[in-house]
T-cell receptor, first 114, second 111 residues
Framework: DTEVTQTPKHLVMGMTNKKSLKCEQH?????MYWYKQKAKKPPELMFV???????INESVPSRFSPECPNSSLLNLHLHALQPEDSALYLC?????????????FGPGTRLTVL | SQQGEEDPQALSIQEGENATMNCSYK?????LQWYRQNSGRGLVHLIL???NEREKHSGRLRVTLDTSKKSSSLLITASRAADTASYFC???????????WGAGTKLIIKP
């Protein structure tokens, strides 16, 4: 299985809602990533988990809260988002997170904040 | 911060023609990767070239790297409609995990 899956595909939420994005991989990868991508822009790194520990938090607002329950799963909890947080949220994984690692991306969750 | 700059920003060619896109970067690198993204979807890794390599091939893809000019190019030969996508280069940084992404080239293949 060489796939990264993400649910849901689309999500519409109000600014007072709490929701979660889910990502799963069964490739035995030990590094997992959350990216945010706005239209016509490259992906922006948000968080990196390495061996289930948070390694990088790119100064992301606290209304985004990542969680890595086990080596296959990655969640992104959303609370009190702003309309400018509307974007494509991409999950990725790589073997160990080294400099020469290829990253495998999921199809993304298209998030709209009203 | 973004290190890679890609040009052109957009490229439209006829099916069957070759497409070339370029990526420039600012600091020294260990590797450079190219990814493809179909409209509104996840990215797919195409090829990785190491700093001690000058050229690499994968099917219809040819990537070159010129570390003296801090630039790379991606050539797609005999383009197909399915090649329509955005193409991003990504370089590494000193720290693990982080890729620095170029702005991307949007490629349109006209039938």
């Amino acid at each position: 299985d060489t796939e990264v899956t993400q649910t849901p595909k689309h999500l519409v939420m109000g600014m007072t809602n709490k929701k979660s994005l889910k990502c799963e991989q069964h490739m035995g990868h030990r590094a997992m990533y959350w990216y945010k991508q706005k239209a016509k822009k490259p992906p922006e790194l948000m968080f990196v988990y390495s061996y289930e520990k948070l390694s990088i938090n790119e100064s992301v607002p606290s209304r985004f809260s990542p969680e890595c329950p086990n080596s296959s799963l990655l969640n992104l909890h959303l609370h009190a988002l702003q309309p400018e947080d509307s974007a494509l949220y991409l999950c990725a994984s790589s073997r160990k997170g080294g400099l020469s690692d290829e990253q495998f991306f999921g199809p993304g969750t298209r998030l709209t904040v009203l | 911060s973004q290190q890679g700059e890609e040009d052109p920003q957009a490229l439209s060619i006829q099916e069957g023609e070759n497409a070339t896109m370029n990526c420039s970067y600012k600091t020294s690198i260990n590797n450079l990767q190219w990814y493809r993204q179909n409209s509104g979807r996840g990215l797919v890794h195409l090829i990785l070239i190491r700093s001690n390599e000058r050229e690499k091939h994968s099917g219809r893809l040819r990537v070159t790297l010129d570390t003296s000019k801090k630039s790379s190019s991606l050539l797609i030969t005999a383009s197909r409609a399915a090649d329509t996508a955005s193409y991003f280069c990504a370089t590494d940084r000193d720290s693990n995990y982080q890729l620095i992404w170029g702005a991307g080239t949007k490629l349109i293949i006209k039938p």
